[in-house]
């Protein structure tokens, strides 16, 4: 089956300017997620979508941040304005909400620098 | 708050030398809990999981990892480490329904 898909790979932007992420999950995949990895640490959660549904933002810095998941399929994660912290790499993964413990499948991820 | 911590920040062995990555999670009741691990330059993949039965879980490429529910523990071990294992491994839990909680990680270097 083909993977999670992210893009771009890479972006270089300078700080108060704004981004923007892409993630296809795989096909069928009721949860999504979106997480920040920055160097030398584990991912952190930013924000989990049931569906088209927001499960839990509670990490995610409001302020700056946001993410969508239109009709339930792919999900864009913005950034506005960029801060040096930011410099990551954004981590998008999904699973299904079958028997078992579903795990979560992760896409390449997007790395960002802010400079 | 769950929370997942590792022992070993990075690791370095020789190859055909024993591997043991330490792990323990805090939550007080039923976890879902998983290896992933990070090849250089790719996305991180599951190595294994466990949610109830056997505690002795077996994974891919010869890795198993051992839930010691006493110990609030899953740790990952692999009896012959080969220099394709140098990779990040990451252990997490999950709470049903709920997202992934991962640990800082640890770094692997196998060498040759």
């Known amino acids: 089956e083909a993977g999670v898909a992210q893009s771009p790979r890479y972006k270089i932007i300078e700080k108060r300017q704004s981004v923007a992420f892409w993630c296809n999950p795989i096909?069928?995949?009721?949860?999504l997620y979106w997480y920040q990895q920055i160097l030398g640490q584990g991912p952190k959660l930013l924000i989990q979508?049931?569906?088209?549904?927001?499960?839990?933002d509670s990490q995610l810095p409001k302020d700056r941040f946001s993410a969508e998941r239109l009709k339930g399929v792919d999900s864009t994660l913005k950034i506005q304005p960029a801060k040096l912290e930011d410099s990551a790499v954004y981590l998008c993964?999904?699973?299904?909400?079958?028997?078992?413990?579903?795990?979560?499948?992760f896409g390449q991820g997007t790395r960002l620098t802010v400079v | 708050a769950q929370s997942v911590s590792q022992h070993n920040h990075h690791v370095i062995l020789s190859e055909a030398a024993s591997l043991e990555l330490g792990c323990n999670y805090s939550?007080?009741?039923?976890?879902?809990l998983f290896w992933y691990v990070q090849y250089p330059g790719q996305h991180l993949q599951l190595l294994l999981k466990?949610?109830?039965?056997?505690?002795l879980v077996k994974g891919i490429k010869g890795f198993e990892a051992e839930f010691i529910k006493s110990k609030f523990s899953f740790n990952l071990r692999k009896p012959s480490v080969q220099w394709s294992d140098t990779a990040e491994y990451f252990c997490?839990?999950?709470?049903?329904?709920?997202?992934?909680?991962f640990g800082p990680g640890t770094r692997l270097s196998v060498l040759p």
């Open positions: 993964a999904s699973s299904t909400r079958g028997t078992g413990v579903p795990e979560a499948f």
């Open positions: 096909s069928g995949h009721a949860t």
């Open positions: 979508f049931q569906n088209n549904g927001v499960v839990d």
């Open positions: 939550y007080g009741g039923t976890v879902n």
């Open positions: 466990y949610f109830s039965g056997d505690p």
């Open positions: 997490a839990m999950r709470l049903e329904g709920q997202n992934f909680v």
